[in-house]
């Protein structure tokens, strides 16, 4: 029990004496902390959960990447924005939560791509944001240098059409690039010319009409669709020297495929990127860079003085001259009529009036006009149709079609139209002697009224056999042993299933020997380097040469057509012999490597024989590229349209042109476009 009791007295006194000290300290005992406010707000996090960069693929596509945010506030707001120079990304859209979509274009350039997409997330008080990297690499192609041809050229010549030509609103831009400038329009020797006939939206300004930026494509032929360039007319054109009697031609072509890629950062400096395969299979590799002028077109027609009073005249002197038939009976005619006097040279001299009449009438192998009322039709072809007035614009000019007249104040005029829509042409009388009065009213409302009497026939009928136009006095055989040839694809300019093409087989130097002119149709050559097929080909009795057949040689008064022998070349190049082919065979032979042989024996219009044989290579084009297209003619009325009847005006191509009937000089010079 002591034990017990000791334990107990020192355990108390401890205490009190634990308590005596602790009693005796000042300070205030320390209050509990304070627990934690749960009103206080956390910062909005935004994560996109794509790992990686974004590879797209080269050839494009629509795509999507994703994020999250954690800790979202009230009225908080999404957006999406990509770093400089992404054109090639389009169509970004954020409208869904979580995720954002965007359209990437195929990569036509030489080398890889990137750009950077931002994802922001604003709200009151702050903003948050992520960023992922796009990578897309060039589409797999011809490597740099690789191309058939490229060039880096320093000229760029550019009209806009504004929506003149675009079947659905678009804009035309008819842009050239060269290395040479066009002198009074015509291209040079030695020049490289591209064009590109591109369709998109408006300029942005109307005074200074530049193309939309961006990558345009090859179009579908007959179309305009935004942002393509034609097939119809974009090409590509290279020459060496000019002659005297040629061009040398180093390719000429058109395009199966391709892009245009223009872009600018300041709206003035202009860089056009493209890459071409053309209708050989060649490829191409062009470029631009360099101030953009491109001009308003400026319609011609609307600036060209019209005729503002009415005319009534008394033809001194009248002409007719044939044009076309179509071979079931019925011919075109131009008709033509002034009161003003024609010098020693054969030119009219102003002051006084010109009236155009073109005119439909029975086929007459004497020239003679057949008698009756014509009428100016808006659908001429019929017999005793007229066509109506028209003015065209071509390459800038406006060129006067159909029925019209023209009238010359004085010898430095160069004229005011009344283009004819409405009126009669009468005409009484037989056998070369006629009155003809001529009651017509312009499309400005003014009357154009002319009367005539005289003789009259028409010239330049094709000749029938005994009244031909043949300088051979016997049979022959020509000398082509100097000859070189050269041949143009027309595709099916006759429609009638083939394919047309024209040879000449002409004296390499322009003098020594003979030469030979063929218009023909072979079968279907859709690709004309494939050559002239092998075959035998014989006369065709229209004038729309069937597959298998040529055309007949004619002369139109002042130029030869058809197929004939040309001779008697001089240092000038002109020819003072020539035959036409009536009837007989011609073979031709393709060896397969460039080169040919071809053997006739034709009848003339005289009934001489004229015969021949010539091996050699032919160098081929394609006259569907050409400057001034050949026209294609309807097979029923031969009526072209006016582009087109515009285009048979200025075209000499391959044309030996007859400058005097009555000394038979020809000219075989080509005019160059």
Known sequence: MKRQSYFFIIALFTAILTLTIVSCDPEEPTPPPTPPDDTTAVAPVLEIINEGDIVVDPNGANLEIRYEITNEVENGQISASLSEGSEWITELNYDIKGIVTFTAAANETDAQRTSTLTVSYTYEGGEVSDEINIVQDALPGEEPGNYDYEF???????????????LNGEDNYYVWLSDKEFLDGYTQEYGTYYLFDMYAG?????????????????????????????????????????????????????????????????????????????????????????????????????????????????????????????????????????????????????????????????????????AGTYEISDFPGDNFTLYYGDLFDLFGMAFPLGTYATYYADAQDYGSYGIISEGTMVVTGSDGYYDIECDFRTADGYTIACTYSGYLTVQGIPSGEGDGYSTLTDDYTLDLSNAVGKAIHYGDYYSTGGTNWMINLLPSDGITGDGLQIDMVSTTVDIYSDGVPTGTYVASPTMYPEVGEYLTGYTDYSSIYGTNFVGGFDAEGYVSEFAPATEGDLNITNHGDGTYTISFSFLDDMGHTWDGEWTGEIDLSDGNSSYATRAAADVKRNIPTARERANIAMNNDMVLKVLHKDTGRASAKKTIK
């Open 152 to 166: 880096d050229l320093g000229i760029l010549t550019g009209t806009w059409y504004g929506t003149m030509y675009g």
């Open 202 to 370: 408006a300029p942005r300004d109307p005074e200074s009409p530049m193309p939309p930026t961006g990558t345009y494509t090859l179009g579908q032929p007959g179309l305009t669709d935004n942002m393509t360039f034609t097939p119809d007319y974009s090409k590509g054109v290279s020459y060496g020297a000019y002659t005297e009697t040629d061009v040398e031609v180093i390719f000429s072509v058109t395009f199966t495929e391709g892009t245009l890629v223009v872009s600018s950062e300041d709206n003035v400096t202009y860089t056009f990127d493209a890459k071409l395969t053309d209708n050989e299979g060649k490829t191409h590799h062009i470029t631009y860079t360099g101030i953009y002028v491109c001009e308003a077109y400026e319609d011609p027609v609307a600036e060209t003085p019209m005729i503002d009073f009415d005319i009534d005249f008394e033809a001194a002197i009248a002409a007719a001259v044939y044009s076309y038939d179509d071979g079931l009976g019925t011919m075109e005619v131009t008709m033509q009529f002034t009161d003003m006097e024609v010098d020693y040279e054969g030119y009219v001299v102003p002051p006084g009036t010109l009236l155009n009449v073109d005119a439909f009438m029975p086929m007459d192998e004497n020239g003679y006009i057949a």
